[in-house]
């Protein structure tokens, strides 16, 4: 699921993006984004990177973000990648925000009270159209 690690994986370059993203924000999705499991994602999602990746050859560009052009991908049925988190439970995200306190004092525009505030608002509603997305996915995959 890291489209990091698979972008890598497949040949294509990992580098540096211009700024981190990091906090609670919508993905757009491409017409075959559209098109596939990720169109159940129409929640803001997590966002927490601040690498970014070249698009493998021959895969299917599915979301992007104004931050960062590649945020999802597909290359066939059964290998998908992707940039921002759609798995992380609500429970979850107060022990990244202490973990990673110095990260995000340091992210110019980040604020962890602002992303307590939009995990409250958030997070539930993401946890349910992961499943959506995640089970979608994997019928397809898995066919």
């Known amino acids: 699921m890291g489209a990091q690690l698979i972008a890598a994986a497949m ?20 017409a075959a984004g559209a098109d596939s ?3 159940a994602m129409t929640t803001p999602v997590l966002h927490w990177h601040g690498d970014t990746f070249d698009l493998p050859a021959g ?8 931050a ?4 999802a991908f597909a290359a066939g049925s059964r290998v998908l990648g992707l940039q921002f988190h759609a798995e992380v439970p609500a429970e979850a995200i107060e022990s990244r925000l202490i973990g990673h306190a110095h ?3 340091q ?18 509603l993401l946890e349910s159209r992961s499943r959506t997305f995640f089970n979608s996915w994997l019928d397809g995959a898995l066919a």
Not at 15 to 27: D, L, N, R
């Open 59 to 66: 895969a299917a560009h599915l979301a992007s973000t104004p």
């Open 68 to 71: 960062c052009k590649n945020q």
């Open 107 to 124: 992210t110019p525009g980040v604020s962890i009270r602002e992303i307590r505030a939009d995990t409250r608002r958030h997070a539930r």
């Open 37 to 39: 499991p990720l169109a």
């Open 103 to 105: 990260e995000i004092e």
């Open 11 to 30: 040949g294509s370059g990992v580098y540096p993006g211009g700024s981190k993203e990091i906090g609670w924000g919508a993905v757009d999705l491409s």
